[in-house]
C-alpha cells in the first residue's frame, strides 16, 4: 500500500512537472491539444494539461540567416562570387511554424536565386557599385516572399562581389593607367600654365621697358624743345648783329678744327659767312687808318 502511493507521488510530481512551463521573454509558445492548435502563450509561467497538450517555444529575436558563397554571371558575362547575410525577425509565431517547414533553407534558397537574378542584370562595373542598391531591392523581394510566413525581413547585406583573379588583375592594371593619364594631363596644363605666365611676364616686362624708353626720350626731346626755345627767344631779344655771329661763327670753326681729323668739311653757306668776315675785316682795317697816331 506504502508503495503504491509512492509510486502515485512520483508520477504525480512528473505530471506536474509536464505541466508546468516556462516561456523566456524573448519567446512565444504556441500549444497543441490532441495535435490541434489552441492558444498562444507569452512569457512567464504557464501551465498545460499534461500528455493531452504540448507546448512549441518560437523565438522572436532578429536573427541572421548566412548566404552561402555562390558564382554568378553578370550581364557583361563575368563569372563573381557573391555571398551576402539577410536579418530577419519573426512577426507572426504561428505562421512561421505552420505555414513552412524550414524557414532557415527556404530563405537561402530564396535569396541565392534572387541575388543570380539582379547581378544578372548588372555589369560588372555596375555590380561592383551599386551595393546598396542591390541590398535594398534584395531586401524588398525577400521582404514579400517572406511575409505569409509570418516574417520581416530587416535588412540584406551583401559581404562580398569578387570577380576572377585575371579580371581583378585587368582592373588594378585599368585604375594604374587611368591614374597615369589624370597625373599627366595635370602635369600638362601645369606646364601651359606656368608657360602662359612666363610669357605673359616678359611680354609684361618688354612693355613696362618700352614705356620707360618712351617716357625717356620724350622727356629729353621736351627738354631740348624748351632748350632751343629758351635760346632762340635770347638771341632774338639779345638782338645780336652781323659781327656777333661772324664772331660765333668763327669760335665755332676753331672747335671744329681743334679735332684730330685732317679734314674739315664746311657747309655751302659758309661762303657767305666768310664773306662777311672779309667785310668786317676792311671795316676794322679803315678804322685804324682814320684813327690818329699815338704820341711818342
Do not use: C
Amino acid at each position: 500500500m506504502i508503495a503504491f502511493f509512492v509510486i502515485l507521488a512520483v508520477f504525480l510530481f512528473i505530471l506536474g512537472g509536464q505541466a508546468i512551463k516556462i516561456i523566456r521573454p524573448w519567446e512565444k509558445g504556441l500549444i497543441e491539444r490532441l495535435g490541434r492548435y489552441q492558444r498562444t502563450a507569452g512569457s512567464g509561467l504557464t501551465l498545460i494539461m499534461p500528455v493531452v497538450e504540448t507546448i512549441i517555444k518560437v523565438d522572436m529575436r532578429e536573427q541572421v540567416v548566412d548566404i552561402p558563397p555562390q558564382a554568378v554571371i553578370t550581364k557583361d558575362n563575368v563569372a563573381v562570387e557573391v555571398d551576402a547575410v539577410t536579418y530577419y525577425e519573426v512577426t507572426d509565431p504561428i505562421k512561421v511554424t505552420y505555414n513552412i517547414a524550414n524557414f532557415y533553407m527556404a530563405a537561402t534558397k530564396l535569396a541565392q536565386t534572387n541575388l543570380r537574378n539582379l547581378i544578372g542584370d548588372l555589369s560588372l562595373d555596375d555590380s561592383l557599385t551599386s551595393r546598396e542598391l542591390i541590398n535594398t531591392k534584395l531586401r524588398d523581394i525577400l521582404d514579400d516572399a517572406t511575409d505569409k510566413w509570418g516574417v520581416k525581413v530587416t535588412r540584406v547585406e551583401l559581404q562580398r562581389i569578387e570577380p576572377p583573379k585575371d579580371v581583378t588583375e585587368a582592373m588594378h592594371r585599368q585604375m594604374k593607367a587611368e591614374r597615369d593619364r589624370r597625373a599627366m594631363i595635370l602635369e600638362a596644363e601645369g606646364s601651359k600654365r606656368s608657360a602662359i605666365l612666363t610669357a605673359e611676364g616678359k611680354a609684361e616686362a618688354i612693355k613696362k621697358v618700352a614705356d620707360a624708353n618712351k617716357y625717356q626720350k620724350i622727356t629729353i626731346a621736351q627738354g631740348e624743345a624748351e632748350a632751343i626755345q629758351n635760346v632762340y627767344g635770347a638771341i632774338h631779344k639779345g638782338d645780336p648783329t652781323n659781327d656777333l655771329i661772324a664772331i660765333k661763327y668763327l669760335e665755332t670753326l676753331e672747335k671744329i678744327a681743334d679735332g684730330k681729323a685732317s679734314k674739315v668739311f664746311l657747309p655751302y653757306e659758309a661762303s657767305g659767312i666768310l664773306s662777311s668776315i672779309a667785310g668786317i675785316g676792311e671795316v676794322l682795317k679803315d678804322k685804324s687808318k682814320n684813327s690818329p697816331p699815338k704820341a711818342e
